[in-house]
């Protein structure tokens, strides 16, 4: 039954359509006015065609753009969707009411609308790189670009993302369900962002995490407006006030995301603040710029004077008014960045090429020193981010206790932080330069990231501290961060992942597949790979000592003796592993370390050898930390199990409940035996 202001909130439902498609028509114009100027403003509309230079025509010229601007709008508005059903409206005894399923199956449609829009930026894409009209290229040219070309992939990745999502959207009805299919969502939108420009621009780290990051951050909050906008304007929308608030507080961070990616974005693309004025390219960005600021104080209203008033009708009024207006901003900023990517950024004549900065990004850096690994910084936003998140997470979590009242342990605490310290000294240092270029480099940062910063992240306990720190849901039967987290942690994924059979194998036999395999030289010829390794290393030493050390609350408890001997299984397997790296005859992953020369080191055979035995020598120092944690460990859970004893024998009135206990079984097996004989006799 709806709560008294969802009633004031509620229409007639007259007029509601026509709003809707008001609102859509103006969104609608909006993009296409911005798409159009900023074309033609940037000179991508009408460009100066040399004689003698393929052309592939007004046709692709313009589709290519409308094309991306319709893969960039379905694919919000699938996220929105998704979003709205399963954040933002509250959940009914943990799953999904008839208006949330109903969005579900709207996404669906907006799903397939986003795959068919994918499908047809494929193919203009194909026609812009050969410089051929459509009609030229249509058989077997589009389907070996979508299968060979890494935009092409990028894109067909897509299109079976958004395919996929339509398909299970029209039959999932479960919280856990939707939540995946909006984690899916999000994924699909990032492999054209992975696979485009980005990937080619002077900064590698910057440009890529940048522009997948504005993706994911416009999507939340373009796509979450709209949809929320339509469940507002629909006469029979339920709980809008809680959607409006929940909304709030995920569009305050979607906006801080979109400023620091474009930042990122922006830095990795122009040499110099004059640029942004005195070049097309730059004149585009600005005037993305400015319709991000007025969405920015537009949010400020809302969070301001109409989120606080919403239960009201004329504060419903004013919300829809402003959501009106901003959802039609957005789309004009959606507009403007189709254009901005058909528009060339200025060239970087400051930096000169070669073998190894075209191949990392980067200048080839000077002699390893001291000096070097300690200013020799890489501002790898991903990790930055991660770390920022972690460790504000972390310290948010441990105010809230304290200001509450309750004890959290200090050495949680410093475990913790120091483990962040150590992530971002082997990420963001020289250490993080060096790796791209020294195979022992590489290897003292794999071993860190795997067996020293994962052990002190969980003795930090962070699920222990987000459960005691996060609040429960309002409603009985919804979902808030808390729940979804207890709803993770006993989930049938996380029991399959912390089984010791699944966390061992990955954690010790995963590096004999990836540096005995070409994976490993596939892996470091791409900033991707480089991120995708470390985070491996990360996640398969978390994993594995959460269940030999952790202190957490895990799907099963693990016998303490059986965690002493998988540490010594791992880390034999380890140090096998280090020997192997030392014997072997010829330098591992040519195909990257092959493509540049290292003026300043004498032999990759001997650098790979140090690398082996890097990794031989530094598994001692965490396995004897992890012994004497594993040793506390023990000794307390025994001191725990010796109290609950004496409390239960104080309780029963007896001085040795085993005691009793073992007497009590002895009779009973008498008992047994005196029955046994009794029929043995009567028969």
């Known amino acids: ?89 509250p959940l009914q005894r943990g799953g999904l009411g008839e208006q949330a399923r109903s969005y579900v199956r709207a996404a669906s449609w907006s799903a397939l609308v986003w795959a068919a829009a994918a499908a047809a930026a494929l193919v203009f894409q194909l026609s812009d790189i050969l410089g051929r009209p459509v009609a030229e290229i249509l058989g077997n040219e589009i389907t070996s670009y979508a299968s060979s070309v890494p935009q092409g992939i990028g894109l067909t ?156 009708e004329p504060g419903r009024r004013l919300f829809l008014r402003f959501a009106a207006v901003e959802v039609a901003l957005m789309a004009a900023a959606m507009g403007l960045a189709a254009a901005l990517s058909r528009t060339a950024p200025p060239p970087d004549l400051s930096q000169a090429t070669d073998a190894f900065r075209n191949l990392t990004g980067f200048a080839m850096p000077p002699p390893m020193s001291a000096q070097t690994l300690l200013t020799l910084w890489r501002p790898d936003l991903f990790f930055i981010t991660v770390i920022a998140v972690l460790g504000g997470g972390y310290l948010a979590g441990v105010v809230r206790l304290r200001r509450r009242g309750d004890a959290w342990p200090w050495g949680r605490t410093a475990a913790w932080l120091t483990g962040l310290l150590v992530l971002a000294a082997v990420l963001l240092t020289g250490v993080g330069t060096y790796s791209y270029v020294l195979f022992s480099v590489h290897m003292v940062q794999h071993m860190v990231l795997s067996m020293l910063v994962p052990i002190l992240l969980v003795l930090g306990a962070p699920t222990t501290l987000a459960l005691r720190a996060l609040r429960p849901a309002r409603q009985r039967g919804d979902r808030g961060p808390r729940e979804w ?91 096998f592993f280090g020997v192997a790296i030392m014997m072997q005859s010829a330098p591992l992953a040519m195909e990257y370390y092959g493509q540049f020369e290292v003026p300043w080191l004498d032999s990759l055979a001997d650098d790979q050898y140090a690398g082996g035995g890097v990794a031989w020598a530094l598994g001692e120092i965490p396995t004897l930390l992890v012994l004497v944690a594993l040793s506390v460990q023990w000794a307390r859970d025994e001191e725990r199990a010796e109290r609950r004893r004496e409390r239960h024998s104080r309780r029963d009135g007896s001085e040795d409940a085993d005691l009793d206990a073992y007497n009590a079984y002895l009779a009973s097996l008498e008992r047994r035996a005196a029955r046994q004989a009794q029929r043995e006799q009567q028969n």
């Open 1 to 89: 039954m709806a709560s008294p202001g969802n009633q004031r909130l509620r229409t007639d439902g007259s007029g509601a359509g026509e709003a809707v498609v008001l609102a859509a028509a103006a969104a609608a114009a909006a993009c296409l006015v911005a798409l159009i100027l900023a074309m033609l403003l940037g000179g991508a509309g009408y460009p100066q065609i040399s004689p003698g230079l393929p052309d592939p025509g007004p046709l692709t010229r313009w589709g290519l753009p409308v094309a991306r601007t319709a893969v960039d709008v379905s694919a919000a508005l699938t996220v929105g969707l998704l979003v709205l059903a399963v954040f933002l409206l």
């Open 157 to 312: 990745l897509t299109v079976l993302a958004a395919l996929g999502v339509a398909l299970v959207g029209r039959t999932v009805t479960g919280a856990a369900g939707t939540a995946g299919l909006a984690a899916l969502a999000l994924v699909g939108m990032l492999p054209p962002a992975l696979t485009g420009h980005a990937s080619s621009a002077g900064n590698h780290e910057m440009a890529i995490v940048g522009l997948s990051a504005h993706v994911v951050s416009v999507s939340l909050w373009v796509g979450g407006l709209a949809a929320l906008l339509f469940h507002a304007l629909r006469g029979t929308g339920e709980h809008v006030p809680t959607a409006v608030r929940r909304f709030s507080t995920m569009a305050l961070w979607a906006w801080i995301g979109v400023a620091l990616s474009g930042l990122a974005s922006a830095a990795s693309r122009l040499s110099s603040v004059g640029e942004l004025f005195t070049s097309a390219y730059g004149q585009v960005m600005l005037a993305k710029v400015v319709v991000f600021i007025a969405l920015g104080g537009l949010g400020w209203v809302h969070r301001s004077r109409t989120v606080p008033g919403i239960a009201e």
């Open 485 to 575: 987290l207890n709803a993770f942690l006993n989930s049938g994924y996380s029991r399959v992942v912390t089984h010791p059979a699944f966390a061992t194998p990955m954690f010790v036999l995963s590096v004999y597949v990836l540096y005995f395999t070409p994976l490993f030289g596939f892996l470091m010829q791409d900033h991707l790979g480089h991120m995708f390794m470390n985070v491996h290393f990360l996640l398969s030493g978390f994993l594995f000592y959460w269940i030999i050390i952790g202190v957490d609350p895990a799907p099963r408890k693990v016998p303490f003796i059986l965690r002493i001997v998988l540490l010594l299984v791992a880390m034999g397997f380890h140090a």
